[in-house]
């Protein structure tokens, strides 16, 4: 492992809070110690507080923050001769932990300190770093972890059994640190968990960490078992949607709430899915304990998959929040399902989510084979697990969180999303928790918004193909499919009927109809799976009910859609699936409506621009902000029990009324 101290870089940090935080961020840098939240450091300074008085302050690691990104305002400081004393009771519940830390620290408004700050008190050195290196992790999740632990280490490192995180952890590794410390000590291994190095320097404290895990490093390369062996997988499924979107509907049922499933199809991920062994070797309980995987056989898809549920600190907060019962909600939700043919599928209330426990369960991958690479797998029992989830519980418990989003778990697919009522449309649906898939013929999709849960898609929706690829892409993306948003459609320029060739009407009702009977084919056996049943919203036209000269092939075809959606109503209804109408008129703040254009509309009015702008009877504009405002009302619980309704969006037209 590579030492990343930078002697110009860390000039940069002056004093020891600062220096802290520089070999914090260093650490964070290397995934392999750290990865997503997981590790935590620490440094004891002297301060006078506010009455003259010197006291020994530990500055250790806060909740919420990450090591990669950490600054001095992520540390809690807390009264260390407090922490110490602490380490000396026979026994203090998560509850009374957790409260001792907080009412001890010395700013109210830092985060709450690590569930590891006792341990990081009782270590008399000032720096101390903590992480769950994979390769001492891998070591340690074996049969004869503990003999090779002793082999690779000698007397440099005191051993620590594994004991959950919290209290007894610390009580533990007080006594048996100060029974088993000499001065040679340079560091501490927790078996099942990760290793702590110490110094008087950051510097010091750093560079003993790398090398302690350099030393696992190097055993296990010089065992084979460095590398981890991926063969080459079998990959024949052309079609998984419907296999994707039973299975997300089933996990979302276990659940209670909608839940994304992600799936990576990847040459690693597949290969591991598809081990003989896969029972065994994944049935075994987490790799380490603060990524807790939780494993179950669940029956889905009349197959018997290996599940996991995997915890990750980030759910807390809505899992619990959300649930009565919180314990009921999260012994139901897999996290972590792995299939021969999907390969592994990752489940979470957002694409962020989602991403982590993808990120968390390709590295457990690495480490239970690394430790196969050893001899054999073996990692905590089902007792310990429960133990980690019961704290962490206690943890949420103390936490205030708001609700998850409406859409939350769920997925939209929005069709001509690039520009205007599209655009606004797939911008409502992100910002209110769903993941979106945009599909336009314009380029410029793919890169529309930089969120995890959006994904763009050039596609031309008048191609029967490249459609049905799209929808097989946002199933294997998120899972299925929750909510169709039909808004792609053209409208050519004013031509009368004389002049109105066939070419023309034919490519305007192969785009404003043709195009979307082909999408609500494909999407209907994902829409029927939805778990909080599906939703189609067509962006019709203030033309359908009032239309003008000029627009006859426009006109017609969205006249002709109207139809198509009123009988999907009918269709559908048996299948729980609403389809609803939005119609706007005079939405001006699209690509085709420039400054140009509105001049000269309204010069032809003899009106000024703001009122042709609002040539309405309520005398207001209408955005395309405002649209998408609709359409996802008419997606949420207010529109629950309609369908085939037709509702303008128009501001009072005396045509339409
Ligand atoms: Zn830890």
Redesign the pocket.
């Known amino acids: 492992m590579q030492n990343l101290w930078n002697d110009q870089e860390a000039a940069q940090f002056t004093d020891d809070l600062a220096l802290r935080v520089y070999t914090s961020r260093l650490l964070g840098r290397e995934k392999t110690l750290v990865l997503h939240g997981g590790?935590n450091t620490s440094v004891k300074i002297r301060s006078t507080n506010i009455l003259g008085e010197e006291e020994d302050i530990l500055h250790v690691k806060g909740s919420g923050w990450d090591l990669e990104t950490i600054e001095a305002a992520g540390f809690s400081p807390v009264r260390l001769a407090h922490l110490v004393a602490l380490a000396g009771l026979p026994e203090l519940n998560d509850i009374q932990m957790v409260n001792e830390l907080r009412t001890h620290m010395t700013l109210a408004s830092a985060p709450t300190p690590s569930v590891?700050a006792i341990l990081h008190a009782i270590i008399p050195y000032k720096y101390v770093d903590?992480t769950?290196a994979d390769a001492v992790v891998s070591i340690t999740n074996t049969r004869d972890g503990l003999q090779r632990i002793q082999e690779i280490y000698g007397e440099d490192v005191v051993i620590i059994p594994y004991v959950m995180?919290g209290f007894d952890l610390a009580r533990t590794c007080h006594e048996i640190y100060g029974r088993d410390a000499t001065g040679k000590t340079i560091g501490m291994i927790l078996m099942n968990?990760?290793v702590f190095s110490f110094g008087d320097t950051a510097r010091t404290s750093y560079d003993r960490m790398i090398e302690l895990v350099s030393r696992a490093e190097d055993y296990l390369a010089a065992h084979k078992a460095w590398q981890p062996a991926y063969p080459a997988p079998r990959d024949e499924a052309d079609r998984l949607r419907e296999d994707i979107a039973n299975l997300r509907r089933d996990a979302s049922r276990e659940a209670g709430f909608p839940l994304l499933l992600m799936t990576h199809r990847d040459e690693k991920c597949l290969s591991f899915a598809q081990r003989d062994d896969l029972e065994k070797i994944s049935q075994q309980g987490p790799a380490t304990p603060?990524h807790v995987i939780r494993t179950k056989r669940i029956p889905l898809l009349g197959r018997d998959i290996a599940a996991y549920s995997q915890e990750y600190q980030a759910y807390f907060d809505t899992y619990a929040h959300q649930a009565r019962d919180p314990k009921t909600i999260l012994d139901r939700a897999p996290r972590v399902i792995l299939d021969a043919e999907l390969g592994m599928c990752t489940l979470g209330r957002s694409a962020r989510d989602a991403n982590i426990v993808a990120d968390i369960y390709r590295q457990t991958m690495d480490t239970i084979l690394r430790a196969e690479g050893l001899g054999g797998y073996q990692a905590l029992p089902a007792r310990d697990i429960f133990d980690v989830e019961y704290w962490d519980l206690e943890q949420a418990k103390l936490k205030k969180g708001g609700n998850p989003p409406p859409f939350a778990g769920e997925i939209a697919l929005v069709t001509g999303a690039a520009s205007g009522i599209g655009k606004a449309c797939a911008g409502q649906l992100l910002s209110q928790g769903a993941a979106v898939v945009g599909l336009d013929i314009d380029p410029a999709i793919e890169g529309l918004f930089d969120h995890p849960g959006f994904l763009g898609l050039a596609c031309d929706v008048t191609e029967t193909a490249a459609v049905s690829a799209a929808i097989e892409t946002c199933a294997r993306t998120f899972g299925g499919l929750d909510m169709l948003i039909l808004n792609a459609g053209i409208f050519p320029a004013s031509r009368p009927i004389d002049a109105l060739d066939k070419s023309l009407w034919n490519k305007v009702f192969s785009i404003n109809l043709d195009a979307n009977l082909d999408i609500m084919r494909e999407c209907h056996p994902l829409l029927r799976l939805a778990p909080r049943n599906g939703r189609v919203v067509i962006i019709g036209s203030k033309n359908v009910a009032a239309p003008g000269p000029g627009a006859a092939a426009y006109s017609a075809s969205k006249a002709a859609l109207k139809q198509l959606a009123r009988v999907a109503a009918l269709e559908w209804g048996g299948d729980g699936i609403r389809i609803n109408s939005v119609h706007p008129d005079a939405v001006f703040d699209t690509g085709i409506w420039s400054d140009e254009i509105l001049r000269s509309r309204a010069e032809h009015y003899g009106l000024s621009v703001e009122e042709y702008k609002t040539k309405n009877l309520l005398k207001t504009a209408i955005t395309s902000h405002d649209v998408a405002a609709l359409v996802a009302a008419m997606c949420g619980p207010l529109f629950a029990k309609t369908t085939g309704a037709q509702i303008p969006i128009d501001g009072g037209n005396e045509r339409v009324i």
Do not use: K
């Open positions: 590790g590891e903590h769950h995180p968990h990760g603060d």
